[in-house]
């Protein structure tokens, strides 16, 4: 045995960031899962610029230069709460192409500092238009100046890139073992669209559970989305009030996600509430050292729900789409002291030197 840790490499080189996307690890939950059950994550942390939107934004991007949409230096713009904007703003700097976004007021601050750092620029729309309102700036950016509009709503290459990717690395990664669920939230839908393309023809048996926000039930009040002729909500969902998961529950069902709610690629939708998501966020990082935002949280919650009522043996898999960090501002870290607590002053006090006062 060993006495330390060692690495070999990974055997290659890049030739680009884009290239380090996907294949993001599944890590086994040792001290939050109940006895008997095993119970995974797939950390879409470790994506380059730290979320699953990573995936959706390079696809976005190639699949609309091998089209001819996108032509070379021309500026791309796209209405997003900040993940798919991260992750074009690394995609749009990493292949040369300006970037606009359009982003509600509402959203955390770190975000738009990230996308501005990566070079784009951050149009704010009023957080009282929501969703809808910075939709709707996007597409009026787009007709005024002939920019490419990503569309990551209603493209197929959102669900393309998870049946590409996402679902077969579950696939590898649990092949020859059980796999009895997979749980997962929704924003654009496009995960639950890809994965279920895959899974519900090659893993029949494997389980597919969806979650919204309590207080957001889009799916869950059965309310069918309005659309244009071009599968772009005509308005606001009526079942939509604001809620604590960023990222997650536009206030409309987009397209992609509706291909996912006709196919039946869900098993049951669980409703999760926000303050639950942020409580499981905390433990997970406490427990597990396993760093994730509000929507992993929220998804993790509805693992748990399943795993604590599942039979001994069962395996179930939760997708984490971002990390913490792009929370820092939100109220998932308003109980974390700038200082020290008491506790710590009291640490700093029990030996004589390098003492910091009480604030």
């Given amino acids: 045995m060993t006495s330390s840790r060692t690495t070999q490499g990974r055997g290659q080189l890049y030739d680009t960031i884009l290239d380090t996307i996907g294949d993001t690890p599944c890590i086994r939950i040792n001290r939050l899962a109940p006895e ?25 991007i190639e699949e609309a230069e091998r089209s001819g949409a996108l032509k070379p230096g021309q500026t791309v713009v796209e209405a997003t709460s900040g993940n798919t904007g991260i992750g074009l703003a690394m995609v749009c700097a990493a292949k040369g192409y300006p970037l606009v976004v359009t982003m509600a007021e509402s959203f955390s601050v770190e975000r738009r500092k990230l996308m501005r750092f990566l070079g784009a620029k951050v149009v704010l729309t009023p957080k009282a238009e929501k969703g809808f309102g910075m939709y709707n700036k996007a597409v009026e950016l787009a007709d005024a100046n002939g920019w490419f509009l990503a569309s990551q709503f209603e493209t197929d290459a959102n669900a393309k890139i998870h ?26 839908g496009g995960t639950v669209s890809g994965m279920g393309r895959v899974l519900r023809k090659e893993r029949p ?41 960023q990222g997650w529950t536009p206030d409309f069902i987009p397209l992609v996600l509706q291909e996912a709610i006709d196919g039946k690629y869900y098993d049951e939708l669980i409703p999760v509430a926000g303050p639950t998501g942020m409580e499981w966020s905390r433990k997970l990082a ?16 509805i693992a748990v729900q399943i795993a604590e009522t599942a039979p001994e043996g069962t395996v179930i898999l939760c997708m984490l789409p971002d990390t913490g960090e792009r929370y820092l501002s939100s109220p998932l870290f308003e109980a974390v002291p700038d200082y020290m607590t008491d506790e710590e002053v009291a640490l700093s006090h029990s030996t004589p030197g390098y003492q910091m006062a009480a604030e």
């Fill in 36 to 60: 008997g059950v095993r119970l995974y994550v797939k950390a879409e942390a470790f994506n380059p610029a730290a979320s699953v939107k990573d995936r959706l934004a390079v696809s976005i």
């Fill in 163 to 188: 049946e590409n990717t996402t679902a077969r690395e579950i696939m590898a990664d649990f092949d020859g073992d059980r796999l009895d669920y997979v749980v997962t939230g929704y924003g654009t």
């Fill in 205 to 245: 048996d494997t389980k597919i559970i969806l979650s919204e926000p309590a207080n957001a039930q889009l799916i869950g009040s059965g309310t069918v989305q309005g659309r244009n002729d071009t599968g772009q909500p005509a308005h606001s969902h009526p079942a939509f009030e604001p809620h604590p998961i």
């Fill in 286 to 301: 406490q427990s597990e050292g396993i760093f994730t935002g509000v929507s992993g949280g929220s998804t993790f919650a």
